[in-house]
């Protein structure tokens, strides 16, 4: 019935109960779940995972750890999609892109560094004909720039947040836009607008758990001074985010869990092989 397109299954979040969160979320109608990795070292450990849950999975290097990646990790990556193009569950290069928010990925040498990770992904994703999956944080121009210089099968611009006009432009380049966690606060205004008008074809779901928790599981500061935990998110909160989607477009939610689970089927086509 769902699928949730970018989930870190892998996190240490869900080292105490990883089995129950999946089993709970397949409870939920959480079908799949695709997992994307963030470093070579967790290149095995999603592709295991995948394989456990029927789930799916991405091989790639997060722009988060790009400061502690070694340029020798790109020929391991290309070696990697090498040996696992046979395997049906690989979908994506990914998780890969730019990240213009951490203060400390803004140097000239990291944003510098940045690039050269993503634009050499970008070229292992064309070489694997494999889409990506992009981490968009205050970098959707430059990561478009990347795009046209590397055009790649398709993909997915994960939890997007930018403009109507970027949106349109990864849209015409075949990407779908992942709404998340985000679209459930009320002051998101500009986000729900862009939701509303942006063509259903081009819309994908996911959680990105454990991070980004929608609205009902987040605790402000002052609350968590106080003893309120914050709120694990997790692959079962993605029908109640489809929820909020579903009543800013004004559809019902069995059309949209048909129309976002062909779009994840269109633009990651092994999808449909899992």
């Not at 996190?11 to 994307?36: H, N, S, Y």
């Not at 800013?248 to 092989?273: I, W, Y």
Request: proline share 6%; with cysteine; hydrophobic share 45%.
């Amino acid at each position: 019935m769902w699928i949730d397109t970018h989930c870190h299954l892998d996190a240490a979040e869900f080292d105490a109960d990883r089995e129950a969160v999946r089993a709970t979320a397949r409870q939920a109608g959480v079908t799949r779940c695709v997992i994307p990795a963030v470093h070579a070292k967790h290149w095995a450990e999603v592709a295991q995972l995948a394989q456990w849950h029927g789930d799916a999975y991405a091989l790639g290097i997060h722009p988060l750890f790009v400061p502690h990646a070694q340029d020798g990790d790109l020929l391991a990556l290309d070696q990697a999609l090498s040996e696992r193009a046979s395997d049906p569950r690989l979908v994506a290069v990914g998780e890969i892109g730019l990240d213009f928010f951490v203060p400390e990925l803004c140097t000239p040498a990291m944003r510098e560094r940045q690039w050269f990770f993503y634009t050499a992904q970008l070229k292992l994703a064309q070489k694997h004909g494999l889409p990506v999956i992009l981490h968009v944080r205050r970098s959707a121009d430059l990561l478009l720039k990347g795009l046209r210089q590397c055009p790649v099968l398709s993909g997915i611009a994960h939890a997007f947040n930018g403009s109507a006009q970027q949106a349109q432009a990864f849209v015409d380049m075949g990407l779908a836009l992942g709404f998340g966690g985000t679209l459930t606060y009320e002051r998101s205004l500009q986000l729900r607008s862009l939701a509303c008008h942006l063509p259903l074809t081009h819309i994908v779901l996911e959680t990105d758990a454990p991070d980004i928790p929608p609205q009902w599981l987040y605790r402000t500061a002052e609350q968590r001074e106080q003893g309120e935990p914050q709120g694990r998110n997790s692959p079962t909160e993605l029908p109640r985010i489809a929820q909020v989607l579903a009543d800013v477009r004004g559809v019902s939610l069995n059309d949209l869990a048909a129309a976002t689970t062909r779009n994840a089927l269109r633009v990651l086509p092994k999808l449909a092989r899992t």
